[in-house]
C-alpha cells in the first residue's frame, strides 16, 4: 500500500511538473529570444547575448508612445473601475434589500457577455457621441467592461469588514461616506489590490477594445501596436518581438509586486473588534 501511495504521489508530481514546464516554455522561450541575436521559434540558448533587439525597439514610435498611451488607459480606467466599484459595493454590503440579490445577479450576468457582442453598438454611440478615437472615451468604456465584476469581488471583501466599527465612527460623529472611506476601505487593502491588480491585468492585455474604439496610430496602446511584428514589417523579427514582450508584460509585474506585500498581509482585524 505504501508503495502504491508513493507511486500515485510521484505520477502526480510528474503530471503537475508536465504542466508546469508547458507554461514555462513560453515565458522561457520570450527570456531568450529576447537576447538572440538570431532568434527563431524554437526554444535554444542563444550563441551569444545581444540587446541589439532592445536597441531596435526602444523608440517613440514602436514603444515609448504605445506604452505611455496603454499606462493612461488601463491606469485611469482602473482607478475609476475601483472607486466607483466601492461606492456600489458599499450599500449591497451593508443594506438590506429585496433587490439586491437581483442586482447582483445581473451584475453577475453582465460579467459573461462576450465584448465582441456589444462592440457594434457600442461603436455607433461612440460615434453618435463624438467619443470615437479619443483616449477618455476608451477609458470609460475599459471601466464600464470591467465594473461589473470590479462590484461582485469588492462586495465580498467588503463583507468581511465587521459593521461594528462603523457603527463606532458613526457614534462619533462620522457620514456614511467618511466611514467607508476612513474605516471600511483601509481594512479591505488586500481586497482592493486583488480588484486593482485584476482590473489592470484585464485592460493591460486587451487588443479588441481599443483597436475598434481608437483609430489615430499615435493614440494605440501597446496591446494593439505588438499586433505590428507579425507581417506589417515584413518578415517577423522574433528576437524584436520577445524584446517588446519584455518590456510590455513589466508593468503588470511590477503593479504585482507592489501590491504582493499587501496581498499576503490578509485583514487584520483580529483584534480591532475587542473591547
Not at 85 to 102: D, I, K, M, Q
Not at 106 to 126: E, N, W
Not at 136 to 141: A, H, L, N, R
Amino acid at each position: 500500500m505504501a508503495r502504491d501511495r508513493a507511486s500515485r504521489r510521484l505520477a502526480a508530481d510528474l503530471s503537475l511538473l508536465a504542466v508546469a514546464g508547458a507554461f514555462a516554455l513560453p515565458l522561457v522561450w520570450v527570456l531568450l529570444s529576447a537576447v538572440d541575436p538570431h532568434a527563431g521559434l524554437r526554444v535554444r540558448v542563444p550563441d551569444g547575448v545581444t540587446l541589439d533587439n532592445f536597441d531596435a525597439i526602444l523608440t517613440p514610435e514602436i514603444t515609448y508612445t504605445p506604452l505611455l498611451n496603454s499606462l493612461v488607459l488601463c491606469g485611469g480606467a482602473t482607478a475609476l473601475t475601483v472607486a466607483c466599484a466601492a461606492l456600489a459595493a458599499y450599500p449591497l454590503s451593508r443594506f438590506r434589500s429585496r433587490l439586491n440579490r437581483p442586482f447582483l445577479l445581473t451584475v453577475l450576468f453582465a460579467t459573461s457577455l462576450p465584448i465582441t457582442a456589444i462592440m457594434v453598438p457600442v461603436y455607433a454611440l461612440f460615434v453618435r457621441v463624438d467619443l470615437i478615437d479619443t483616449l477618455q472615451g476608451t477609458v470609460f468604456f475599459f471601466a464600464a467592461s470591467q465594473l461589473p465584476f470590479a462590484i461582485w469581488l469588492t462586495k465580498n471583501f467588503m463583507d468581511g469588514v465587521p459593521r461594528e466599527l462603523e457603527e463606532a465612527a458613526w457614534t462619533d460623529g462620522a457620514s456614511a461616506l467618511q466611514s467607508l472611506v476612513r474605516i471600511v476601505l483601509p481594512l479591505m487593502g488586500p481586497g482592493l489590490a486583488v480588484v486593482t491588480v485584476f482590473s489592470f491585468v484585464m485592460m493591460w492585455g486587451n487588443f479588441f477594445v481599443p483597436f475598434m474604439l481608437l483609430l489615430s496610430p499615435d493614440r494605440m496602446p501597446a496591446s494593439v501596436s505588438i499586433n505590428d511584428f507579425f507581417g506589417n514589417r515584413g518578415m517577423v523579427a522574433y528576437g524584436q518581438l520577445a524584446a517588446f514582450s519584455v518590456i510590455y508584460s513589466t508593468p503588470v509585474i511590477l503593479l504585482y509586486v507592489l501590491v504582493a506585500r499587501r496581498l499576503g498581509g490578509g485583514f487584520a482585524l483580529g483584534g480591532a473588534v475587542k473591547g
